[in-house]
């Protein structure tokens, strides 16, 4: 048996480029702008998750760049070793100060984040009850660590209350997307923590794609639903509106601090690049000044939504700046992927796994940056070619 017969045997993405729909890898030549290049052509941009457009800030980029000029590009090691750096535990004190816990940790990428907490803090006599939605990296997260999982049906709260009951008295940690970030929709955070206080559970809560976007002053879901109190742990992601890549966690000292000596996806990487805690350091500024960015957000996620139902399409529960085009086959998802970057608008075609099997969809998300003329300019093209495909 040959280890690398699967790669030979593998012939999906073939296929799809075969049939010149390959939609992946597509190369962009400009910033995550609401206008991009692709293949020297602008096209307007509804795929990005740039949420507050914060990632060509004039000031993000200037913080940035003179951190690399002092710093360097690089750290050359953990932070665990020799690779913290002033930058960094400014950032840690910064993000635990504007999330109001006691303690945050800084991750080189949010992957990582879920993948170093999860597998430290899940032993054995421990259980994860889990959103079957959840994010890919909360699934590998807890499959590395050496407690068990158990999934509950989608925001379905009886379910989730049946299986705390079947955890009994072992350890149990909720963990749940703020925002699913296919869907759009969120997590039921209100009612999880009523079934987390009758079961005696913890609750993570991965905010990637909440965080900057929900609650009056950025924190996210919890901040929202007005539970942040009950929540234990928010995860936090650097990528979507913080503008540039990496992670955090952040909660109870001591619980950050265990996680800081355990998380081997912590121990064992280089430290995020001075050039992006700078600009983090910065992005939180500008979300904590500037709370317009979140309103101009959101009358341009209301706009769409309200254009696009108009329009016949199926948005599904959407509550977010994501809203997907619900079309359940997958080859007719990629072929208005195609035909719409044809018309000049780059959407994401989502297919299973990332969403069940029958339920493909077109993902689009929003930006403060987006002006009424780019997105009315988008729904002509998203109107085209939804009659054309016969989607609606």
Not at 15 to 26: G, M
Not at 117 to 142: N, Q, T, W
Not at 270 to 286: D, H, Q, S, T
Not at 334 to 355: C, D, H, S, Y
Request: aromatic share 6%.
């Amino acid at each position: 048996m040959d280890v690398l017969q699967k790669c030979a045997d593998y012939s999906f993405a073939n296929e799809v480029r075969s049939a010149s729909l390959y939609p992946y890898f597509r190369t962009i030549s400009s910033p995550q702008d609401p206008v991009v290049t692709i293949d020297g052509a602008k096209v307007i941009m509804l795929g990005s998750n740039n949420y507050l457009g914060l990632t060509s800030h004039p000031e993000v980029r200037e913080a940035s760049a003179q951190a690399v000029l002092k710093y360097g590009t690089g750290c050359a090691g953990s932070r665990f070793l020799n690779g913290t750096l002033d930058v960094h535990v400014e950032l840690d004190e910064r993000l635990a100060a504007f999330m109001k816990a006691e303690a945050a940790l800084t991750f080189s990428t949010g992957y990582q984040v879920n993948l170093g907490v999860l597998s430290c803090l899940l032993g054995r006599h421990d259980v994860a009850l889990l959103d079957r939605l959840d994010h890919a990296s909360i699934l590998d997260g807890v499959r590395l660590g050496f407690g068990k999982s158990l999934k509950f049906k989608h925001n379905d709260m009886a379910d989730l209350d049946k299986k705390l009951a079947k955890a009994g008295d072992k350890g149990k940690l909720i963990v749940v997307d703020g925002v699913f970030s296919m869907e759009g929709d969120l997590a039921q955070l209100p009612e999880i923590a009523e079934l987390k206080k009758k079961h005696g559970a913890r609750l993570l809560v991965d905010d990637a794609h909440g965080l900057g976007v929900f609650g009056e002053n950025g924190r996210g879901t919890a901040e929202h639903f007005g539970v942040e109190h009950e929540v234990d742990l928010t995860m936090g992601t650097f990528s979507k509106s913080l503008a540039t890549v990496g992670g955090f966690i952040s909660g109870p000292a001591e619980v950050v601090d265990y996680i800081r000596h355990h998380a081997r996806s912590q121990i064992f990487s280089a430290a995020m690049p001075p050039g992006a805690a700078a600009a983090v350091l910065k992005a939180v500024e500008i979300v904590e000044r500037e709370p317009d960015r979140r309103k101009q957000l959101w009358e341009n996620t209301d706009f769409m939504k309200r254009e696009l139902q108009g329009l016949g399409f199926d948005t599904g529960d959407s509550e977010s700046p994501v809203i997907p085009l619900v079309v359940g086959d997958d080859l007719l998802c990629f072929t208005m992927a195609k035909r719409l970057g044809e018309e000049g608008v780059f959407v994401n075609p989502i297919i299973a796994p990332a969403v069940p099997a029958g339920q493909a969809m077109i993902r689009t998300s929003y930006m403060a940056t987006h002006t009424r003329e780019h997105l009315e300019k988008a729904l002509t093209a998203i109107q085209k070619v939804g009659r054309e495909l016969e989607v609606i």
